[in-house]
């Protein structure tokens, strides 16, 4: 993560190509997606991933284009009906189920990886530090859940989706992330301590990542999305929470930064 993250803006993009792709894998296998089986795995995968290829284009591309990033975004549109055509072409049993899948996915993995690539170019260059401290708030978010919940956890937060999930958890995690925000401030002047705050406090969204991620889990019978880092299950497993951080962090920047 590490070297991805602060070895430039192109590791940054094999990174996230990585993490996106795996992520995509994944939820179809955990979706139980009938076109794993065949050409249609491929195809939804790339369309999938064409926020996050068409995004990184748009802020690594050097060439003085008059093209804006929606220009890009239209050639989007066409994939969109050879997932169609794809589903038309093949008997499967439930074919609104298998699209539901391909077009969830779409939203659920691809669009908010866009964002977060838009985020990390926002003033027109790389920002490592920024990639970073949002992950580390979403991830001390769920440290700090985690602890809280352990030791003082007493009313369930979602009984019929995760057993172990507590109201005091949640507060514990976002009186983490507060924290860790105005540390990352005081390292960090390209926001202000209030900024970051903010940042912190929307980063708190990622519990409903995780919980949608459990009732994926719960619905499909299984423990962890894969199997990709031993010990930690699945790359969905550490990044479900990207779901609802990403897009919410993006809203407060587009209105206010």
């Not at 899948?101 to 170019?121: E, K, Q, S």
């Not at 995760?162 to 009186?175: H, R």
């Not at 790359?235 to 609802?244: I, P, S, Y």
């Amino acid at each position: 993560m590490l070297i991805g993250i602060f070895g430039g803006s192109y590791t940054f993009g094999i990174l996230v190509l990585l993490i996106a792709g795996v992520s995509y894998l994944e939820f179809f296998k955990l979706a139980q997606y009938e076109g794993r089986k065949d050409l249609r795995q491929i195809f939804a995968l790339l369309l999938g991933l064409s926020p996050v290829l068409i995004s990184l284009y748009n802020r690594l591309s050097s060439l003085d284009s008059p093209y804006q990033f929606t220009d890009y975004a239209v050639w989007t549109i066409p994939a969109f009906f050879l997932i169609f055509l794809l589903e038309l072409h093949h008997k499967d049993k439930d074919p609104i189920k298998n699209l539901g899948i391909v077009f969830l996915g779409y939203f659920y993995i691809g669009i908010p990886y866009m964002l977060l690539i838009l985020m990390a170019f926002w003033r027109g260059e790389y920002q490592p530090f920024l990639v970073i401290g949002l992950l580390l708030l979403v991830w001390l978010n769920d440290t700090g859940a985690y602890f809280a919940g352990s030791f003082l956890g007493k009313r369930l937060l979602a009984p019929n989706i995760s057993p172990k999930k507590t109201w005091e958890g949640l507060a514990g995690g976002i009186i983490a992330t507060l924290i860790v925000s105005q540390i990352l401030a005081h390292f960090s002047k390209a926001y202000t301590p209030k900024e970051w705050l903010i940042m912190g406090i929307l980063c708190s969204f990622g519990i409903l990542g995780d919980l949608l991620e459990s009732l994926f889990k719960r619905r499909a019978n299984m423990k962890d999305s894969g199997s990709f880092m031993p010990g930690h299950g699945g790359m969905l497993d550490r990044f479900d929470a990207f779901a609802f951080v990403t897009p919410a962090v993006f809203v407060y920047f587009y209105f206010f930064l």
